[in-house]
C-alpha cells in the first residue's frame, strides 16, 4: 500500500473548473478517483494506467473530467470543468500498489489505498 494525500477540491459556481491533485507516497500501477455523497455509495468517476496512456471514465463525467499523471512526482491530477451542482460529493483518491492485468481498473475494490478525501461543492 501507499499513502495518498489530495489537494484542490472547494467551491465553485456551476460551469467553473476545479483541478484536484493526488500525490502518492511511492510507485503506483493504477490510480484513480472515486466520489461519494453522503448516504450513497462511493462511485467511480475516472482512473488511469501506470504509463498514463489508458483511462477510463465514468459516462456521467465523460467529456468534462480530464484525469492524467506525472509519474516523476507520483502525482495524479483530475481536471474537472464544466462543474455542475449533481457532482457535489466528497472526492477520494484511490491506488494500486502491484501489478494488475487487463483492463484499467474501475472498481473501488481493485484498488488497494485511499486518500482521506476532498470536498468539492458546486453552487447553482
Known amino acids: 500500500q501507499v499513502q495518498l494525500v489530495e489537494s484542490g477540491g472547494g467551491l465553485v459556481q456551476a460551469g467553473g473548473s476545479l483541478r484536484l491533485s493526488c500525490a502518492a507516497s511511492g510507485r503506483t500501477y493504477a490510480m484513480g478517483w472515486f466520489r461519494q455523497i453522503l448516504g450513497k455509495e462511493r462511485e467511480f468517476v475516472a482512473s488511469?494506467?501506470?504509463?498514463?496512456?489508458?483511462?477510463s471514465y465514468a459516462d456521467s463525467v465523460k467529456g468534462r473530467f480530464t484525469l492524467s499523471r506525472d509519474n516523476a512526482k507520483n502525482t495524479v491530477y483530475l481536471q474537472l470543468n464544466s462543474l455542475k451542482p449533481e457532482d457535489t460529493a466528497v472526492y477520494y483518491c484511490?491506488?494500486?500498489?502491484?501489478?494488475?492485468?487487463?483492463?484499467?481498473?474501475?472498481?473501488?475494490?481493485?484498488?488497494?489505498?485511499w486518500g482521506q478525501g476532498t470536498q468539492v461543492t458546486v453552487s447553482s
Open positions: 488511469i494506467d501506470w504509463s498514463g496512456s489508458s483511462t
Open positions: 484511490a491506488a494500486l500498489s502491484r501489478q494488475y492485468y487487463g483492463r484499467v481498473p474501475s472498481r473501488a475494490s481493485d484498488f488497494d489505498s
